[in-house]
């Protein structure tokens, strides 16, 4: 159980253009989602957290307007990076929390994204 | 904000040997996490620890939530060659605003050589 799944696992795509990168709780529903983002090497760096049917919660030094953030359902929560740029590059990764377990989180695989 | 020193960056080490890496904050954590990141991977979460004292094994795993809630160490017993990657600890603090809010130390690095 406890299965949380990213789509795309890669994508590369164009200086502008922006990339949607999906995230799932396959067989529990997350009323939280948390957005990281990991350079290599380096360690996991939270970006907003997400709850569903709200708004996302930023960290500072993250931009709303850049990384938009959608959490229309329990099972689904979505990153989307807007007008992206080559500094945009990373590995995103998302968790999803259990109700039933204030603390424990699960990740995602994670999403390889390139920008040229 | 919350930060954690996790140490030591790296360790390279021979099958069979003992493993042990650790997490210090300057803040106080009501929850400390261990995860294990493989290459091109999200973290998989190996052992979580909720309260002070306490120590959790997880198989060759154990860990342990510090006295002062300000640290804990992960040890790994008998090493094998699929301990390779990344190890990352987390730790949670108290509600408020960081309320189920993860901080992650830098990680460990373990690599083993048959």
């Known amino acids: 159980g406890a299965v949380v799944s990213q789509h795309p696992s890669r994508v590369i795509c164009k200086s502008g253009t922006s990339v949607k990168i999906e995230c799932r709780s396959l067989d529990f529903q997350a009323t939280t989602m948390f957005w990281y983002r990991q350079f290599p090497k380096k360690s996991l760096m939270l970006m907003a957290t997400?709850?569903?049917?709200?708004?996302?919660?930023?960290e500072q030094g993250v931009e709303k307007d850049k990384f938009l953030i959608n959490h229309a359902s329990l099972t689904l929560s979505t990153l989307t990076v807007t007008s992206a740029h080559p500094e945009d590059s990373s590995f995103y990764i998302c968790s999803a929390r259990l109700a039933s377990s204030y603390n424990e989180q699960f990740f995602g695989p994670g999403t390889r994204l390139t920008v040229l | 904000g919350q930060q954690l020193n996790q140490s030591p960056q790296s360790m390279f080490i021979q099958e069979g040997e003992d493993v042990s890496m650790n997490c210090t904050s300057s803040?106080?954590?009501?929850?400390w996490l261990w995860y294990k990141q493989e290459p091109g991977e999200g973290p998989v979460l190996l052992i979580a620890l909720y309260k002070a004292g306490e120590l959790t094994s997880n198989g060759r795993l154990t860990a342990q939530f510090g006295i002062t809630r300000k640290d804990s160490f992960l040890n790994i017993s008998a090493s094998i060659p699929s301990d390779v990657g990344i190890y990352f600890c987390a730790g949670q603090g108290e509600g408020g605003t960081n309320a189920g809010k993860s901080t992650f130390g830098d990680g460990t690095t373990l690599t083993v050589k048959p």
């Open positions: 997400s709850n569903e049917g709200s708004k996302a919660t930023y």
């Open positions: 803040s106080i954590f009501n929850t």
